[in-house]
């Protein structure tokens, strides 16, 4: 009966250690953390894609987008738009960031949508935040892509 009991307990134990070999060190490696992946597609009404932006960028415009930033925008996108907020650790999903090709080809009309809307974890600011607020932040987003020589706002995109 005692040697049963002890062949039970070490294979018992023999499972256990196989398990924690299989399971237990990927928790301890942060497996058991969600991996970052990218949000999901974000198709916008064509009627937003086609609209262009009503202000034009002069320092006192991208000022008051610096601000917009500043309050709503900056603790998930993170101070230079790269997703790397520190609210970021909070979400299953990285922000895009807004210094890439893929952001920076968006029309400001899309852009305008993305931010009226929102989809969460991002709220929506159409009471939030005013339209030419929303504007504004749309041209202070675009400084993100800015490269040696180029003009202080890269040209609104038009589709």
């Not at 609209?51 to 610096?66: C, H, Q, R, S, Y």
């Not at 009309?109 to 339209?131: Q, V, Y």
């Amino acid at each position: 009966m005692k040697n049963k009991m002890k062949i039970a307990t070490i294979s018992l134990t023999g499972i256990a250690v196989a398990s924690f070999l299989i399971f237990g060190s990927n928790a301890l490696a942060g497996g058991n953390q969600k991996e970052k992946q990218s949000s999901k597609p974000w198709p916008c009404p064509e009627r937003y894609v086609k609209m262009v932006n009503p202000i034009k960028p002069d320092e006192g415009i991208l000022a008051a987008g610096k601000e917009v930033w500043e309050n709503n925008c900056k603790s998930c996108h993170g101070r230079t738009g790269k997703g790397d907020g520190p609210k970021v650790k909070n979400l299953d999903f990285s922000p895009i960031d807004f210094s890439t090709d893929e952001y920076q080809s968006k029309t400001d009309g899309e852009l305008f949508w993305r931010a009226t809307e929102g989809r969460k974890p991002m709220p929506h600011n159409k009471d939030k935040i005013s339209d030419i607020e929303r504007w504004s932040v749309i041209l202070y987003t675009r400084t993100f892509a800015k490269k040696a020589g180029e003009p202080e706002v890269p040209n609104q995109k038009e589709k």
